[in-house]
């Protein structure tokens, strides 16, 4: 599964932590985040594209992004499914088979996992932060944030494409999110796919 054209994701640690900014460290430690995104990508097949939407995080490996006028991607902590309105289907699986397929997926639902296939690399610059991995076939990701927040992530798809994803206005919420934000409600005629 295709996890999303934008997973994405939201950071590292592991054994290198000391290396990593104080924002990270301030993130890791909140229990949730909310921000609208731009997901800008560029490649020489497409040209450049730009898609925009919401993501909402909370602790336990819950996310829900939602594109406008595009996908849908909901994790309650064991599955995840990803909808596509515009074809009206739908594909869920495993978190873990999920992480092992699309490990920058671990970066927003996982971030514990991350020491097992990335090495963290300080800067460029005291907010910024990358990600270098340990195995053939994942990209590198580029991080920054600042005030206990993420501000970007870059990386290059397998496509070849420049994938950037820059959080507009992250925030944590003062109240923790509807736990039935993070259930996927299939609309009726919603054909399943296998994964």
Known sequence: MNAAPMLIALLAAG??????PAWWKAFTASPRLESRFTQTSESAVFGQLKRT????????GKLRVD????LL?????????QYDPSTRTAQKVDIQGALK???????LLDPAAL????????????????L????????????????????????TDPTGARQVLTFEDPRVPGKPFEGSLFTFKAPAGTRWLKP
């Open 15 to 20: 054994q290198a932590g000391a290396q990593v």
């Open 53 to 60: 939407g919401l993501l909402r995080l909370a602790r336990g």
């Open 67 to 70: 594109y406008h006028q595009g």
């Open 73 to 81: 991607l909901v994790a309650d902590g064991t599955s995840l499914v």
């Open 101 to 107: 397929d699309a490990p920058l997926l671990a970066v």
């Open 115 to 130: 020491e097992r296939v990335y090495t963290v690399k300080p800067g460029p610059g005291a907010d910024a932060f990358s």
């Open 132 to 155: 270098e991995p340990r195995a053939k076939g994942l990209p590198p990701v580029a991080l920054t944030g600042r005030g206990g927040l993420p501000r970007s992530l870059a990386w």
